[in-house]
């Protein structure tokens, strides 16, 4: 249980363009919903918080207009990189965890997306 | 606000020996604390964790961690490496209460024939 997927795995897209990364929790409602990049050989860097049917929380330094994020129900959460850039070339993992529960204080992460801007 | 320090970016162990990743976090409160691994463009894969009671924990592929009050710290460890253990470790904490994890900068494990 507890099955968090991405789509998609990987992308490639040219500077400018913007491209759309989904995030599914398959066998479970999740009430919070994470978003974080990862540099290569760096550790995970929590980009924004998100809550079903409300605003994501950014961390600071995140751009807000930058990394558009809706989390629209409880089983998918959407991170837009709008006009993408080389520099945001990076791997963009999501997690998602129930509100209650004993697994509440966990996270389960998705496998990850491969985001590479020409 | 909280900070995880791991030990050593990098640590090679023989087939067989012991494993120890060390993770200390910096709380007045005990957190939540968590070992996850991760395998070359992959996402994170819970080891173990701690929330409350009983302070040796184990977990899956044959880890343990300890929590120790006294010490902030909640190391990893494995009695005898594989070869498919190589991959990189992160250790996190969460605070009661609050919904965010904190991770470490990550342990790269390396394990030689």
């Known amino acids: 249980g507890a099955v968090v997927s991405q789509h998609p795995s990987w992308v490639i897209c040219k500077s400018g363009t913007s491209v759309k990364i989904e995030c599914r929790s398959l066998?479970?409602?999740?009430?919070?919903m994470f978003w974080y990049r990862q540099f290569p050989k760096q550790s995970l860097m929590l980009m924004a918080t998100?809550?079903?049917?409300?605003?994501?929380?950014?961390e600071q330094g995140v751009e807000k207009d930058k990394f558009l994020i809706n989390h629209a129900s409880l089983t998918l959460s959407t991170l837009t990189v709008t006009s993408a850039h080389p520099e945001d070339s990076s791997f963009y993992i999501c997690?998602?965890?129930?509100?209650?529960?004993?697994?509440?204080?966990?996270?389960?992460f998705g496998p990850g997306t491969r985001l590479t801007v020409l | 606000a909280q900070s995880v320090t791991q030990l050593g970016s990098h640590v090679s162990v023989s087939e067989g020996a012991l494993v120890l990743l060390r993770c200390n976090y910096s709380s007045s409160v005990p957190p939540y604390l968590f070992w996850y691994v991760q395998y070359p463009n992959q996402g994170l894969q819970l080891l173990l964790k701690?929330?409350?009671?009983?302070?040796l924990v184990k977990g899956i592929n044959g880890f343990e961690a300890e929590f120790k009050k006294s010490e902030t710290s909640f190391h990893l460890t494995k009695p005898s490496a594989h070869m498919s253990d190589a991959a990189e470790y992160f250790c996190?904490?969460?605070?009661?209460?609050?919904?965010?994890?904190?991770f470490g900068k990550g342990t790269m494990l390396l394990v030689s024939p």
């Open positions: 996190a904490v969460r605070e009661s209460g609050y919904s965010t994890l904190t």
């Open positions: 998100s809550n079903e049917g409300s605003k994501a929380t950014y």
């Open positions: 066998d479970f409602q999740a009430t919070t």
């Open positions: 997690s998602a965890s129930f509100s209650s529960g004993p697994a509440y204080n966990e996270q389960f």
């Open positions: 701690y929330t409350t009671g009983a302070t």
